[in-house]
């Protein structure tokens, strides 16, 4: 099976900066012949449904803010937050669809500074 | 809008059995593929099954294969999933999700989760 392994475990941001999740797949989850690098991020609040913010690497969900952006290729993922909002507060996950069985990182815990 | 809204979340002893559904609505159910996923403390979210869109392909995850049921009412928009010789392994917050139309599987819709629990 495909390792996911997400850093950091948690980290606190102060509202308006950055942050930053890294997520490193043990196998290259990039599709040379479809140009398209099977990963995803999901949002999750406690007591809510996920929420799919980016497929793709970089594509994002109908509807998902500019400030979320993902990028990488490969076997290296990064998915930021350009400006950190109140509401962003939620655990973070990515997510390999490349190989079966599709396996998840362990998640990125994003607090206010 | 579109909605997954879980139930049958519960307190089960090892051996038991316990079935969780997850009820559609605002989109065409039958036209979705349909997965289980289960999050661990401390391990994150584990992969469990998925359903065909008529019911009539489906797989699931080693640790589960032989004890848990998916399965699926396209006249009445509900996924099921049926488990059987429970283990404490089992226990956890199972999500319902919807599988989007897309080439790999991304899961677009969510529901709220079922808590399950192991325990005698």
New interface residues.
Partial sequence: DIVMTQSPDSLAVSLGERATINCKSSQNILSSSKNKNYLNWYQHKPGQPLKLLIYGASTRQSGVPDRFSGSGSGTDFTLTISSLQAEDVAVYYCHQDYITPITFGGGTKVEIK | EVQ?VQSGGDLVQPGGSLRLSCAASGFTFSAYWMHW?RQVPG?????VSYISTDGGGS?Y?DSVKGRFTISRDNVKNILYLQMNSVRAEDAGLY?C?RD?P????????????ALVTVSS
């Fill in positions: 997954l996923v391990k994150g979210l584990v992969w797989r995850a999500f999700a989007a897309d080439d790999g599987t991304i899961f677009d819709c969510w529901g709220q989760g």
